[in-house]
């Protein structure tokens, strides 16, 4: 594998399910991002980890958990979520956080909230 | 807080002619501007960034991006277009203030290329 993958690629799951959703880097960088985008809608930044802490949470709902347990893995834990939840989460990674560092993007995984 | 537009949502282009996306990003004393781009199915890519120096920036591709402060623009151009470069592209602006990790992006502009 190279770059950064993202499992599941899609996932559909109802408003009291609890799902998780995996990103792994395979670029040895020390920065991961959680980004959300939505239909017509600029997209956010939700969480940033750099070395494994959480640097940047940006109002995020509760229902939404990440989890950090190495510069090589990012998780975001979903249980109750609402159908405006339904979205394509992209996870990203960067050397650093420095503004020169590239962030770089995974595919993506496809959400639907029924 | 930042802001940024992108005017045009869709721009279709016929084939080999030449394109320009527009961006425009609400003021700051110094931003660092970048554009990537999304192929279906895929995650973002960088396409070209502006940190200092030159105000015209080559990326990659063949596209390039001038950076205008006075009129707060990051318009990306390509002077040929192929089909290849049917994509959705997003501008994106970073404060250059310390501890700031936000990309604050546009909507992206879908451009269609047309044979």
């Known amino acids: 594998e190279t770059g950064v993958t993202q499992t599941p690629r899609h996932l559909v799951m109802g408003m009291t399910n609890k799902k998780s959703l995996k990103c792994e880097q395979h670029l040895g960088h020390n920065a991961m991002y959680w980004y959300k985008q939505s239909a017509k809608k600029p997209l956010e930044l939700m969480f940033v980890?750099?070395?494994?802490?959480?640097?940047e949470n940006n109002s995020v709902p509760s229902r939404f958990s990440p989890e950090c347990p190495n510069s090589s893995h990012l998780f975001l834990h979903l249980h109750t979520l609402q159908p405006e939840d339904s979205a394509l989460y992209l996870c990203?990674?960067?050397?650093?956080?420095?503004?020169?560092?590239?962030?770089?993007f995974g595919p993506g995984t496809r959400l639907t909230v029924l | 807080a930042q802001s940024v537009t992108q005017l045009d949502s869709q721009v279709p282009v016929f084939e080999e002619a030449p394109v320009e996306l527009r961006c425009n990003y609400s003021?700051?004393?110094?931003?660092?501007l970048f554009w990537y781009v999304q192929y279906p199915n895929q995650g973002l890519q960088l396409l070209l960034k502006y940190l200092s120096g030159s105000t015209l920036v080559k990326g990659i591709n063949g596209f390039e991006a001038e950076f205008n402060k006075s009129q707060t623009s990051f318009h990306l151009r390509k002077p040929s277009v192929h089909i290849s470069d049917t994509a959705e592209y997003f501008c994106?602006?970073?404060?250059?203030?310390?501890?700031?990790?936000?990309?604050?992006f546009g909507k992206g502009t879908k451009l269609s290329v047309i044979p």
């Open positions: 003021s700051s004393v110094s931003v660092y």
């Open positions: 994106a602006v970073r404060d250059s203030g310390a501890g700031s990790y936000q990309l604050t």
């Open positions: 990203a990674s960067s050397q650093d956080l420095g503004v020169g560092d590239e962030q770089f």
């Open positions: 980890y750099s070395l494994e802490e959480r640097v």
